[in-house]
């Protein structure tokens, strides 16, 4: 380990690390505008400059290597007089737009000004002005304010896989660019973040709020299954902005645009009354006591074996727990959670999970994706697997649609003929699975929700057998999930019970009369037209699909309104917290089953806090008991060796834009659509 002194201190750095990192991790400050953790080093700004032991002038920190026997320091006379100067060069074109600027308040420019900079100015020349540049309706441009850092260029090429963002012009005449045309990519939002300065802001955003208005909750993110750690930030009931928490493990310090930008449909659309549909079949509404009532008599009035629950993609796992737990009361075993029909496996855990997890990307060495398109399911997920491609040494191969997932990939085939192939050896991306020391599959929800799903699952178990992927120190047997709910409901068994019925059976029994009563919570994506003359209750929070079906309607809280517990994609447990009161009577939803429970006369669920649900939560799963911290699955046999049909693989996710009730009422996510899908299908002669 090199040995540096850095102000008269001698400190041990780890190898291969540059200056700057090592004065950080010194316990040294040094400013930057250019240089940023997870980009290349551009070293263009030249704000971190330190001074050195024989070097006749200041050197640039973030580019020159940490070696043995240096000496650096940071805040000489030398070291503060170049840092002025550097700032006093940055300002001359910087327009005093403070006052009505987005970035005020959190901006880097702003607070290196006030720490380094010089209190006066020297030019007073006109101020240059650059024409705002179009970068879709996620970006607002004020090019004027841009300082070159190049970060932004930097991101888009190495990160988000477009490169759609580049330089023209030198010297004082160089603008920053993408042609005028929107930038592509489903992590754009991210440059806001990461512009040093207010030269990029979120449009949506613009105009709406202070930092120092707002107050700041950290939660999850359950647009996905993905549970990228986020930051919800709220001004009275409303949810101005959400924007990224650090989480090495998950989403790193991104999130994609879906995520970020989606919060404006929880003020769109918003169910915030009880309502019963009345003699002429128009809702009305109700107070809570008699929509309960008229849910109770519906329920215990009906057979239990004519009584089905499906819980949609965004229900945390008290709710489930609490609607499983009121059915059992009631003797029904009509109950899933797996709104899009996959024949997954509820009794072995790994057949179901990320076993690798997302961090485990980085260390494996070939990737087979059967049925997915991770760009479009779990945009996070698909940033790191193009990170471990940028390494080297990792083949993807996709067997399914033909995808643009950032990176170069192998098209393996498009259905399972082609899964057959590989898994026999009789293909050539075989023997790349073979010679790879950590190989792993990814199996999407395009290759599940199928009829023959479960033979699908039990081909894929066993290919990865075959190969290798299953072992003591590795597992790279993984299930993409697209819904946040998904795995939560897994663990705690919210499938049919014996002799029930799964969503298709459910909702073939509504067509024919088999099942008299159907309980919705929060499920949205089933065909609203095969619930026959089923008398319908609908649980949530948007007058989505569910809603419009609806007998009575009970409205419940978003994740933004609700202490709450998920499970992501690789069966990591998290909380989400509230961030906003619901509007108007809704209430969270486990505590409207807990209040349902008592007018049935079935006697009341046992539990009267959240406190004691996520006791019963332990109870019913042990998993539940680690927050934050993915537990291994016991491998053991799962899926069905049943014959495969040979119906190509087709992706879950149409448009990445709209995929729940949020997304589908949020106006930034409409403009998203028009802008970008509409946009492909003219491309490909596509609908959709």
Known sequence: ?????????????????????????????????????????????????????????????????????????????????????????????????????????????????????????????????????????????????????????????????????GALGRGEEMEITTLERAITSELSGNLVDICPVGALTSKPYAFSARPWELRKTPTIDVMDAVGANIRVDTRGRDVMRVLPRLHEDINEEWIDDKTRHACDGLRRQRLDRPYVRNRRG???????????????????????????????????????????????????????????????????????????????????????????????????????????????GFRVGVIGEPVDLTFQIDHLGAGPDTLKEVAAGRHSFAEVLKTAEKPMVILGQGALARPDGAEILGQVRQLAEDFGMVREDWNGFNVLHTAAGRVGGLDLGFVPGEGGRDVNGMLQAAETGELDVVYLLGADEIDPDRLGKAFVIYQGHHGDAGAHAADVILPGAAYTEKNATYVNTEGRVQLARLAAQPPGEAREDWTILRALSEYTGRGALPYDNLGQVRQKLIEASKTFAAVDQPQPAEWRSFGSDGRMGSDPFTAPVDNFYMTDPISRNSETMARCTATFMTANQKATGTHG
């Not at 970035?103 to 240059?128: I, T």
């Not at 609490?322 to 997954?344: F, H, I, T, V």
């Not at 961090?359 to 070939?366: L, N, P, S, T, Y």
């Open 1 to 165: 380990m090199p040995t540096l002194t850095i102000n008269g201190r001698d400190v041990d750095v780890p190898e291969g690390i540059n200056v700057l990192q090592a004065c950080e991790l010194a316990g040294h400050e040094i400013p930057r505008f250019c240089y940023h953790e997870r980009l290349s080093v551009a070293g263009n700004c030249r704000m971190c400059l330190v001074e050195m032991e024989r070097s006749p002038k200041p050197i640039a920190s973030c580019h020159m290597p940490a070696k043995d026997g240096m000496k650096i320091w940071t805040d000489s006379e030398k070291t503060r007089k170049a840092r002025r100067g550097v700032m006093e060069f940055l300002l001359i074109n910087h327009p005093l737009d403070c006052p009505i600027c987005d970035q005020g308040g959190e901006c880097d420019l702003q607070d290196q000004a006030m720490a380094y900079g010089f209190d006066r100015s020297r030019y007073l020349e006109n101020k240059r002005a650059v024409p705002e540049k179009e970068m879709g309706p996620l970006i607002k441009t004020i090019m004027t304010r841009c300082i070159h850092c190049t970060r932004c260029i930097r991101f888009a090429a190495e990160v988000a896989g477009v490169e759609e963002i």
């Open 282 to 392: 128009r809702l009305e509404e109700v107070s809570w006591d008699e929509a309960l009532q008229a849910v109770a008599k519906k329920l215990t009035e009906t057979q239990p074996e004519r009584v089905g629950a499906i819980a949609g993609d965004l229900c945390d796992a008290e709710s489930m727990l609490a609607l499983k737990d009121l059915m059992g009361s009631l003797g029904s075993p009509n109950l899933d959670c797996r709104q899009d029909g996959a024949k997954l496996d509820p009794s072995a855990r790994a057949g179901y999970i990320f076993n690798t997890t997302i961090a485990g990307i980085e260390d494996a060495d070939a990737c087979l994706v059967v049925g997915s398109n991770p760009r479009r399911e779990a945009a996070m997920i698909n940033a790191r697997l193009r990170k471990r491609f940028l390494q080297g």
